[in-house]
């Protein structure tokens, strides 16, 4: 586990809710700010990237990119030309992300299939276009991998002030698998993938079943690149604790670590292991600290001497009073012993005893029998992506079975919410630094153009609960819906208010209207005021606890 440096052991005031206090939040932003000079690291070291000649910008725009492209991924675009809109059909819709609708499409030019990546961003929220711009910039560096998603082109549009990213289309999300062979394939293959994107210099940062698409032929590539980052294999550069699905999040991220590598990504693949094999997230918490107590109960609390030694920001409010056992092999004793094997290593609380993504592709748990089968040999299963869409409004790919169980009911969990909406609003926040920091640095106001969908935050948690079963793992299940329906009605919002739900499903002709003409953007008037976001953010959270915690009592008063 990475040692808190400097400033980080500044960080206090955590509550036990797991809100965060402001101070806690601008040393993150600091430490995003950091993150960001890093990336810009990466870019300026010649040995990663070319970087932009002077001149090389001016061509890059008459090329046809627009200005506030170029400006913050010039040399991401370099020998690149956008793609223009009328060279696409587009499709079905397949898919939604917090930030992004995804389509079926045919590229016209190729006579390919592809999936459109759209892009929303924030009315007048230019800090969004730069988030959007790092991760174009990843993918580029990520290149051609068969087991990472790759990056076929982005197509701009004027009317509709959108960007989309071109990818290759997949068929199928990882649901749950019931043969060894095929989960020894799928994980040899997210590892493979793994292990391309750390050689690169690239954490993925949000490993997780629903980021993991499976096409037709078997093969597995690593999606959404949303809040990956750049990272120094010496761990010498603060990044932000505040990424990682909560599910999925490691141990040291939860204990406020900013100094931290592979070991992140690993302990999601450890965590998707248990799941492809039980069909259910192993760790489903709700709140970050309820996290960390799930994960202590199943792979036991760290020594005294760990704590001792540990200068983590919110290692001595998390501290458990009592130690808890490692129980990983007594509670998956019905795994094979291999499997469980490589859990056991990838879920190890310290990172560093994680390994890296090659070596657990050197893991027992491939090397014996039953092994991998060809991704060529795995069933098709159906139902396509189109289908899953649809089928996602009423039960949700990859808890099927589950969804199907009589005695699920669905009641909506305020502190669901509310860390959903923390992680809609760190997303935000993190923009909004990103921007502020360029702002303060440079003393210069973003400018080019600004994509405004209209929309934001549109998905929900839903926390279904059922009777107790054998396994002492997992008593909740949360899962993750889309709010709209497929032709874009509102569904059900949740107890969270969500900013804007337009949905823009009529802009389907947005991409065959015109070629790549960017107007330039109003200019950021104003500063943005993080400490504000940050303050209401809190008390939103603060609140939904309260909520959470009187609703309880009220239950429990009742029966
Ligand atoms: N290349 C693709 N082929 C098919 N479906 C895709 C593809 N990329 C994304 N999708 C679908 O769209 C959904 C949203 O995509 P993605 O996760 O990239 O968006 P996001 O806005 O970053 O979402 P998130 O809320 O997970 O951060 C995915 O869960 C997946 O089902």
């Not at 640095?441 to 153009?449: I, P, Q």
Request: hydrophobic share 35%; glycine share 6%.
């Amino acid at each position: 586990m990475g040692s808190s440096h400097g400033k980080s052991s500044t960080i206090r005031n955590r509550s036990v809710e797991g809100t965060v206090s402001s101070d806690v939040v601008e040393i993150c932003v600091a430490e995003e700010k950091e993150e960001i000079l890093h990336t810009r690291r990466w870019k300026l070291n010649p040995r990663l990237s070319r970087g932009v000649p002077k001149g090389i910008e001016g061509e890059l725009v008459v090329a046809g990119w627009p200005n506030w492209l170029v400006s913050v991924a010039g040399d991401t675009l370099n020998g690149w030309l956008p793609r223009r809109a009328d060279t696409f059909e587009k499709l079905d819709k397949i898919g939604q992300g917090t930030y992004s609708n995804v389509y079926k499409g045919r590229d016209l030019l190729l006579n390919k299939v592809v999936a459109l990546k759209k892009v929303r961003f924030d009315n007048l929220d230019p800090e969004s276009v730069k988030f959007m711009a790092r991760e174009i910039i990843l993918l580029r560096r990520l290149g051609d991998h068969p087991n990472v998603i790759k990056l076929e082109g982005v197509v701009t549009s004027k009317m509709s002030c959108s960007l989309y990213l071109v990818f290759d289309c997949m068929e199928y999300d990882l649901n749950a698998i019931q043969e060894q062979e095929e989960i020894k394939c799928y994980m040899n293959q997210l590892l493979k993938g793994l292990d391309h994107c750390h050689s690169r210099g690239i954490l993925h940062r949000d490993v997780k079943t629903s980021n993991l698409l499976v096409n037709k032929d078997g093969i597995l590539k690593i999606a959404d690149f949303g809040l990956s980052t750049f990272f120094d294999p010496e761990q010498s550069i603060p990044l932000t604790s505040r990424i990682v699905t909560l599910f999925y999040r490691p141990p040291e991220l939860l204990l406020g670590s900013n100094y931290y590598g592979v070991g992140v990504d690993l302990w999601g693949v450890g965590c998707v292991l248990g799941e492809l094999f039980t069909g259910k997230p192993i760790m489903p918490g709700r709140t970050e600290v309820e996290q960390l107590h799930k994960i202590f109960k199943l792979c036991g609390s760290p020594s005294d001497d760990f704590w001792q030694k540990i200068k983590l920001p919110n290692a001595e409010m998390l501290k458990p009073i009592e130690p808890y056992r490692r129980i990983l092999h007594t509670t998956f004793h019905d795994l094979p012993a291999a499997a469980v094997g490589l859990m056991d290593t990838l879920l190890s609380i310290r990172a560093e005893y994680r390994g890296t993504a090659a070596l657990a592709l050197q893991n027992e748990f491939f090397t014996t029998e039953p092994f991998a089968c060809d991704p060529s040999s795995l069933p098709q299963c159906p139902p396509s992506k189109e289908i899953n869409a649809k089928k996602t409004e009423i039960e949700g790919s990859r808890v099927r079975s589950y969804a199907r169980d009589k005695s699920v009911r669905a009641v909506p969990a305020p502190e669901a919410n509310a860390e959903l909406k923390s992680n809609i609003d760190r997303r935000q926040l993190i923009a909004h630094s990103e921007t502020w920091n360029r702002l303060e640095k440079t003393n210069e106001y973003v400018s080019g153009g600004v994509i405004n969908e209209g929309t934001n935050s549109s998905t929900f948690f839903q926390v279904s609960s059922r009777k107790e079963g054998s396994e002492n793992y997992t008593q909740r299940e949360i899962r993750k819906e889309p709010i709209h329906d497929i032709k874009g009605k509102k569904k059900w919002s949740g107890p969270l208010p969500v900013p804007s739900d337009k949905m823009h499903e009529s802009d389907g002709l947005d991409l065959v209207e015109d070629d790549q003409y960017f107007g330039p953007l109003p200019s950021a008037s104003k500063p943005i005021d993080v400490d504000r976001i940050i303050r209401e953010h809190d008390r939103q959270i603060q609140e939904s606890v309260e909520r959470a915690k009187q609703q309880k009592k009220l239950a429990k008063a009742r029966y």
